[in-house]
């Protein structure tokens, strides 16, 4: 699948390992949340990127202690229209501090990148047909926003009450 | 009334300017059917059994003149000359194309309205008190909040993908006039023990198949922290509530299967986490939005006003109307006046274009230029003085819109059913013409008092009818229209859900049974009573009884 990040297209470098496969001597890696739980001390020990598959099912808050230990969380978008990851991805971000990547896989829809931005998410693995110059259009498709979220985007309140300290 | 600044206009405009391009991307077929069908309802665009049905946000009922100009006019030139208003305060199209649709966003941005999220499974138009503002003991204008929510909701990143659809009440007066116990999230305005003033927030309220009062979870939030306790109210909801089955992914189904306290301390540890990094609503942003909603410049007016005592003592069919349909304004010489959308044999909620321009002319002339939609489906006037009731009633009377029936039997909240709606079941217009029909004589319904029927088309429940002094619900039965009874319903602070009476009747004969129904209760009514209250002291039995007697 295509892979953005800062708006441009890069290659996957990260390796998915599945839960009975046999763990690589180095390079980056991403497993399971039960690969995680069942062989932390042997994953912490791996010689090279740790990255972690979180479900939409689980409590960000579980994982909160060993956000340290990882440089990408991939979450999951098991339907185009299940929203629990914007809530697992901005609990992540803003609430827990993790400046790592937060990649958004599974059904990904156009519709949604905007979302997933202001929600933290950086990197989006996009459906083969998806154009660089779409996705660019996607995020530029709205330029005010109402509420803070984990994104630098500056809401209407405050820049209203900016405007009304300057004057 | 709330005026859009740049930054309101900006998103409305940048939001017509995507369905746009949405649209277009749909008729060149770049997009399918089921990858267009979120996209639209988003913008309330939803395909019914003959047409598509656009959805547009009055929030919280306010309206201007103006907006109801631009609506009678889109209803003109988009449509078939007439709009329908919901229990949810907005307005309906029903006959709409869907190339049309951009235009209609566009027409309505210009005069700062839109249709933003009024489907979907995200945060619905908020809703309040149709007299907020001009009700007497009010703690504040539930509005300036109600306004605050819905720029918050609006295109909220984290909650535009929600398990289910969430609707949001707000009222700031008892009685209840915004049935928020059956909301999702029910807000009542309160002062706590120091004197300030704040939010008591219910979650879990909803209607449908499963319809359940909400329950409390805080009983005081301070304003400052209204946006960020919602939020953490609804990341639970988004990341716990079921996804599997739609029947079972309200939040009162998760709020039922964790039980009020679990759910409770899990909102409330998101809180603790969250309270400084949420949303925030500072004192100066709601002195600003408040300032919209500030009191108009009444006149010092002395009562009782002579003239309007005059006409309703010497013009019985005024003071009819009068009794009825004027409720008690909380200055001094003021009404508020409602326009009844419940002539005998009409649409409930219905109204034309010209009665839209009509009543907007209205609402300029006597009412400084503001109306209200009320969730019971009716127009309010809400600012018109005592003295120029008369006038107004004439001139209503005129347009077919002075039917006295406020809160009587025939002033029925009725779906659109069968007649459009693609999930329907039977057709629920049509029982409302006829009990209509059966009850037209206005005496007799003043006789009988304060009597709210409510009837939904299917187990959705957008008719309200669990929550009817006498609910009607069709249902289908082996490819036949029948219609299941209930009692006892009330939608007010002291929310019930309706006992089911016994077993359905076909169509015809659901008039027939009705009016048994108010016999018995004026054979059981003890002085003053209204029929919910002989019925709360009576029970079910003796109307059961009259109902299904042989012969």
């Known amino acids: ?167 | 009334m709330y005026r859009y600044d740049a930054i309101d206009q900006r998103l409305v405009d940048e939001r017509a300017a995507q369905f746009r391009e949405q649209v277009r991307r749909r008729m060149a077929g770049e997009l399918s059917d089921l990858e267009f069908k979120p996209l639209r309802l988003m913008n309330g665009l939803y395909l019914q059994l003959h047409a598509y049905m656009l959805r547009i946000a009055v929030p919280y009922g306010t309206l201007s003149s103006k907006q109801l100009r631009a609506l009678a006019a889109i209803g003109r030139k988009y449509d078939k000359d007439y709009g329908h208003f919901t229990t949810r305060q907005n307005l309906q199209f029903n006959w709409i194309k869907l190339e049309d649709a951009p235009d209609i966003l566009d027409d309505l941005a210009a005069v700062e309205m839109h249709a933003i999220q009024t489907s979907g499974n995200c945060v619905r138009n908020v809703t309040a008190d149709q007299y907020a503002g001009v009700a007497a003991g009010e703690i504040e204008d539930p509005r300036i909040y109600a306004e605050i929510i819905r720029q918050w909701s609006s295109l909220h990143p984290e909650f535009s993908f929600l398990p289910r659809k969430f609707k949001i009440a707000i009222t700031a007066t008892s009685p209840d006039r915004a049935a928020v116990k059956t909301h999702d999230i029910g807000l009542f305005m309160k002062r706590n023990d120091k004197g300030e003033i704040g939010f008591q927030v219910f979650a879990g309220g909803g209607q449908g198949r499963t319809p359940m009062m909400a329950q409390l979870v805080r009983d005081f939030v301070p304003k400052a922290e209204l946006l960020a306790y919602i939020e953490s109210v609804i990341r639970v909801y988004n990341l716990m509530g079921r996804r599997d089955n739609i029947h079972k992914a309200r939040i009162k189904i998760l709020v039922h299967a964790l039980g009020i306290d679990k759910f409770r301390e899990l909102v409330e540890a998101d809180f603790a986490a969250t309270r400084d990094s949420g949303s925030p609503m500072p004192a100066a942003e709601i002195a600003r939005v408040a300032a919209y909603f500030m009191p108009p410049a009444y006149e010092r007016i002395e009562t009782p006003v002579r003239a309007f005592e005059a006409a309703r003592f010497e013009d019985r069919d005024f003071a009819r109307w009068v009794t009825h349909n004027v409720v008690a304004h909380k200055q001094p010489g003021y009404a508020i006046a409602v326009i009844s959308l419940k002539p005998t044999g009409g649409i409930p909620g219905d109204a034309t274009s010209d009665q839209m321009d009509r009543i907007a002319d209205f609402a300029d002339r006597y009412s400084i230029g503001e109306l209200r939609v009320t969730h019971e489906q009716n127009l309010v006037l809400p600012n018109v003085k005592q003295a120029d009731l008369h006038a107004l009633w004439r001139e209503l009377g005129k347009e077919g819109l002075a039917t006295p029936n406020l809160g009587l039997i025939t002033d029925i909240i009725a779906c659109p059913g069968l007649d459009y709606c693609a999930l329907a079941n039977a057709r629920s217009i049509p029982i409302a013409q006829r009990i209509q029909e059966k009850f037209a004589d206005p005496d007799r319904q003043a006789m009988i008092g304060e009597l709210k029927i409510k009837i939904s088309g299917c187990i959705n429940a957008c008719g309200h009818h669990h929550v009817g002094h006498i609910g009607i619900l069709g249902v289908d039965k082996q490819g036949e229209e029948f219609y299941q009874i209930t009692l006892g319903g009330s939608a007010d602070e002291n929310a019930t859900v309706g006992k089911i009476l016994g077993k359905g009747f076909p169509a015809e004969q659901v008039p027939d049974a009705i009016e048994k129904l108010v016999d018995t209760y004026l054979g059981l009514r003890a002085d003053g009573e209204l029929f919910l209250d002989t019925y709360r002291r009576v029970g079910i039995e003796p109307f059961k009884e009259r109902v299904y007697a042989a012969g």
């Open chain 1, 1 to 167: 699948m295509p892979l953005v990040k800062h708006g441009t297209f890069i290659e996957n470098e990260w390796t998915a390992i599945g839960d009975e496969d046999a763990l690589p001597g180095d390079g980056p890696i991403t497993v399971s949340l039960v690969r995680w739980q069942k062989e932390r001390d042997a994953l912490a020990g791996h010689n090279g990127r740790l990255g972690l598959r979180l479900p939409a099912d689980a409590d960000p808050t579980s994982i909160r202690a060993d956000l340290g230990r990882f440089e990408l969380i991939v979450l999951d978008f098991p339907k185009f229209n299940d929203g629990r990851a914007l809530s697992q991805a901005r609990m992540i971000r803003q609430r827990f501090g993790f400046a790592g990547e937060i990649r958004a896989t599974g059904h990904v829809i156009r519709d949604l990148l905007l979302f997933m931005a202001r929600c933290g998410i950086d990197a989006f693995e996009l459906a083969p047909e998806r154009t660089i110059d779409d996705w660019r259009a996607a995020m530029r498709e709205f330029s005010v926003w109402y509420q803070p979220a984990a994104d630098a985007r500056v809401p209407a309140t405050e820049l209203r009450h900016r405007a009304m300290a300057a004057e």
